[in-house]
Structure formats: structure tokens, C-alpha cells
């Protein structure tokens, strides 16, 4: 089965094969070789050395919660720049934490207004902290991490940012923009498996966090930073899931990140160029969109799960729009270790199940064979 949702994604032959080097406990000197192994890749791939990665066994969101409930001093509050599913998943976390936390709401469709977060810094002096999603997997958009990050220099807040669906996908570079804590995952553009994710905390950050009260046990940041300087972990983590993601890494170093995010934005392009040439409408203009996720408009009189149903009897899955986009839109993503020969099969799948031009009113440009600029073959 091809994999076109953000996440999990196919990972390649050698990351699976990982699964098996064997039992290993945790607190053997094998494991704490394989977490520094793990810890040094992600500082080469990600961090650079202010930064120290951490590693949780946990999805996406668990090390998501671990950020939101450990980045904050007593009584100060959270600014959280929402435009998405995932901007909202972060307010929601520091509010089942009972944490003070002002949401910045905007449209989904567009980025949000770095005056409107600045109004807010100039007025509000309880706002320690800002956190926002890097790349918005609810609609492929990239947030301006930049901007928003010079924002927090000025104002001296704490920079969070969720870049989950970024990193190993998008260009970013945690200390010229600004980034305290970058939180990222295993299972999307860095091609392992779901069950461990990590956060990248500028050192400065950690040393101000190790005095804040713990809001947590298992999600309380200092706790991983502690035992990692000791060369532990404080709880069972994944190993096998750490095995994968530490071969997915080596992967990931040797392709270049750079090179994977190349390939990535080609992907991207030669579906977006398929996507018009079959009369699809892309949501997002083109100057917002990520290399790695496409949302578009579904076709009148054709739902998701017949979409859903017909393509992936083709051998491809996709994915639904969320929250109030989920009966206007889909979403096709290019994350993982796939050929570009995946990408033209899903555009011909596309083609083949789609109501054509004419009889179903959906568009009148697309032409009985969409697809005759992509080569036969593969997928
Ligand atoms: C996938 C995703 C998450 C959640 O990750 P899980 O692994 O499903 O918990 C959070 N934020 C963003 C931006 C994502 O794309």
C-alpha cells in the first residue's frame, strides 16, 4: 500500500529490516550507545550544539504535551498562534494543563499576521511564551516560523514550535530563526516509525526549564535532559521503534537533508502539475504550500469515502480534510521513502477514478486523457 496521508509514511526496506537487530534492555550499555547514536544524528541533521535533542517513546503529541506543560515559569502564560488542527491541539494541551494561555485564532487558509502577534507581546506582559506549528498538516501550509521567531527575540518570549510535519521536509534552521523548542517525530519526513519523538531545547532553555514545577511525571522535559546527561533514560522506552529511527536517521544523513527536501518539493511539484493538468483545485496559493502535503477541493457530488474507497483499491491511500474542511476537502501528501514512479501512479489512479470532464460537471478543462505528459510504468 502506498502511504499519501502525513504520516505514518513508508519507510524503506533497511529501516524495517532494523526492527530486528534483537532484544535489548534498557539499561544495558547497548541501549545508552544506540540513544547517543540517536542524540548525535539528530544534533547533525536538525540541532547544532545549542541545542540538545531529547527522546520520548510516545506519538507526535505526547512530546507535543511534554513541551507545552514544561516550557513555562509559575503564573506566566502561553501565546498560542492557532490556524489550524494542530494550532488548536496545542491550546487545548495547556488547557487540560490548567496553564494560562491566550489563542492568537486565524483562518486556516491563510498565515497568521505577525503585527497581531506583536500587538499582543507589546499589551500582554504575562506571556512568557509563543508557540506555534511549523508546517500546518491541516492544510499544507508553513506558518512564517521566521518572522514569529524574531517576534520572540524582541520581546524576549520562549519560542515553541511544532514542526512535527517539517522537519526533514522544509528548510529550517532552529537558531537563525529564533527556535527554543522544536518538537518533531519519527514518522513523517524522517522515514521511521510511529512510537518515538523527540524535542530539540536550546540549552539556555534547559537550564531556565530545570527550575519550573514539574506539571507532569512521564511529560516533565528536565527529567529527560537530567537522565540524559547521565547517560540513562528515566523510563522503558520503544527500542525497537528507536532502532528504526536511529537507521532512518543514518538514512536521512546520508541522502542529505537538503537532498530529501530537493526530492520531496519535486514530488510535490510533479503532483501539482498532475493535479492541474486533471482539473483539481489546490486550496492554498502556491507561495504558502509545503513540499510534502497538498490540499485540495473535492470534486462536486463526490465524497471523501468514495474518493477514499476507489483509489485505494488502486493501492493508494489518502487522506480526509479535518474539523470543518472534512467534506470540502482531501489530502495528498508525499512524505517517505517512495520513488517518484508512486507519485505518477497515484495521478493515474487519480485519472482513472475520477468522473470525467464532461459528464459530471466538474471540470470543463479536463481533457478524456489528463495524464499524457506522465510516463506508463511503476506504481
Ligand atoms: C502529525 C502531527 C502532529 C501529531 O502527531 P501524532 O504523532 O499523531 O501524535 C502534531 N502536529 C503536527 C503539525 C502534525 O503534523
Known amino acids: ?160 514550535v511544532d514542526a512535527i510535519s517539517g522537519l526533514g521536509g522544509e528548510e529550517i534552521d532552529l537558531e537563525r530563526e529564533g527556535i527554543d523548542l522544536c518538537v518533531g517525530t519519527a514518522n513523517k519526513c524522517i522515514q521511521g516509525l510511529p512510537g518515538v519523538s523527540f524535542v530539540l531545547a536550546s540549552k539556555a532553555l534547559l537550564r531556565r526549564m530545570a527550575a519550573f514545577p514539574p506539571r507532569g511525571l512521564y511529560l516533565h522535559l528536565p527529567l529527560y535532559d537530567r537522565h540524559a546527561s547521565q547517560g540513562t533514560v528515566p523510563f522503558t522506552p520503544s527500542v525497537q521503534i528507536c532502532y528504526a529511527l536511529d537507521e532512518a536517521l543514518a538514512e536521512l544523513l546520508e541522502e542529505g537533508v537538503s537532498a530529501r527536501i530537493v526530492r520531496y518539493r519535486r514530488a510535490a511539484d510533479l503532483l501539482r502539475r498532475g493535479f492541474t493538468a486533471l482539473g483539481l483545485r489546490m486550496m492554498l496559493p502556491e507561495a504558502w504550500r509545503s513540499n510534502t502535503l497538498t490540499a485540495l477541493h473535492l470534486p462536486p457530488r463526490l465524497s471523501y469515502t468514495t474518493l477514499h474507497d476507489r483509489i485505494r483499491e488502486k493501492g493508494f491511500v489518502i487522506y480526509a480534510g479535518q474539523g470543518a474542511l472534512s467534506r470540502k476537502i482531501f489530502r495528498i501528501a508525499n512524505m517517505g521513502h517512495l520513488p517518484i514512479e508512486a507519485f505518477e501512479g497515484c495521478l493515474r489512479a487519480l485519472d482513472a477514478v475520477l468522473p470525467r470532464a464532461d459528464d459530471r460537471g466538474f471540470s470543463k478543462k479536463r481533457p478524456a486523457s489528463a495524464l499524457s505528459t506522465f510516463p506508463k510504468g511503476g506504481g
Open 1 to 160: 500500500m502506498i502511504l499519501l496521508n502525513p504520516g505514518p509514511v513508508n519507510v524503506s526496506p533497511r529501516v524495517q529490516k532494523a526492527l530486528l537487530r534483537g532484544d535489548l534492555c534498557h539499561r544495558e550499555k547497548d541501549f545508552i550507545e544506540l540513544h547517543n547514536a540517536i542524540r548525535e544524528k539528530l544534533t547533525r541533521a536538525f540541532g547544532g550544539t545549542a541545542y540538545r535533542p531529547l527522546v520520548l517513546t510516545g506519538s507526535g503529541t505526547a512530546v507535543l504535551e511534554a513541551a507545552v506543560a514544561s516550557i513555562l515559569p509559575p503564573q506566566r502564560k502561553l501565546l498560542v498562534v492557532d490556524n489550524g488542527v494542530y494550532g488548536e491541539r496545542i491550546a487545548s494541551i495547556a488547557r487540560a494543563h490548567r496553564l494560562p494561555v491566550t489563542v492568537l485564532k486565524g483562518a486556516w487558509t491563510r498565515p497568521p499576521d505577525p503585527d497581531r502577534i506583536r500587538q499582543i507581546l507589546r499589551r500582554d506582559r504575562s506571556v512568557a511564551a509563543v508557540a506555534m506549528v511549523h508546517h500546518e498538516t491541516t492544510t499544507g501550509l508553513i506558518n512564517p516560523v521566521r518572522e514569529v521567531g524574531a517576534l520572540c527575540r524582541t520581546h524576549r518570549k520562549t519560542y515553541l
